[in-house]
């Protein structure tokens, strides 16, 4: 592989910072329901993976799985690639377990997350760690996020500080259609952008990698 493909991979592997996000909504509705989301990943307008979201909604519990596959190819050869599956259970508002595999170009992290009395006890490759039990995790489905100076990086086990920056409302273009949306810049482990509409629901997210590429995740 060239120095410059090596430079891409690296670029590209930033995308693991936003491959969490776009699962949409907050708040559970009374009874139980079933969403399912599929969303293309981008790479400078042309597709290089997806991220699908299933979100299932009961009366006292709300359970999230997401899964990751994207592949970035250079001369028909895979310079990067970054296969992910976590899943999360909520009650209350609380985060009480977590789970996440993931191979990231070849590393593989395998990260645990159980509620405990003394907080949110999190096994990170074998690294047990406790963590402020009100902690949300960087998978960014949940909105609440943007109101937090710190997230947990479910694909690492790591605490990371966060800034936020409201920037406003802005109209974005959705399939076709025009959404409102209050944008936020998140600086954290890596920048991201992130638009959530009026009902709290995440619609975009978007990267600019080092060298240059706009790495974007839209609706499918």
């Known amino acids: 592989m060239t120095f410059a493909n090596l430079r891409l991979a690296g670029a590209v592997k930033l995308t693991a910072a936003i491959f969490l996000a776009l699962a949409f909504g907050a708040n559970a509705a009374p009874g139980a329901s079933t969403e399912t989301l599929r969303f293309a990943i981008m790479r400078n307008g042309d597709q ?85 039990k009100n902690i949300i995790p960087a998978t960014l489905w949940n909105p609440e996020v943007v109101k937090r100076t710190q997230m947990l990086d479910p694909k690492e086990g790591e605490v990371v500080p966060l800034t936020v920056t409201d920037q406003g409302v802005e109209e974005l273009t959705i399939d076709g259609k025009t959404v409102k949306a209050r944008h936020y810049v998140l600086r954290g482990k890596f ?30």
Do not use: C
């Open 48 to 132: 290089i993976g997806t991220h699908t979201v299933e979100i299932n909604r009961g009366p006292r519990e709300t359970s999230v799985s997401m899964s990751t596959d994207l592949a970035v190819k250079v001369m028909f050869i895979t310079a990067y690639h970054l296969n992910y599956t976590t899943s999360e259970k909520w009650v209350g508002g609380k985060l009480i377990a977590l789970n996440s595999q993931s191979d990231d170009n070849g590393t593989k992290h395998k990260v645990s997350a159980t509620l405990k009395p003394n907080g949110l006890e999190v096994d990170a490759d074998g690294k047990i760690s406790t963590v402020d």
């Open 191 to 220: 920048p991201q952008d992130v638009w959530y509409d009026q009902q709290g629901r995440l619609v975009q997210s978007s990267l600019v990698a080092p060298d240059g590429s706009v790495i974007l995740y839209k609706p499918m």
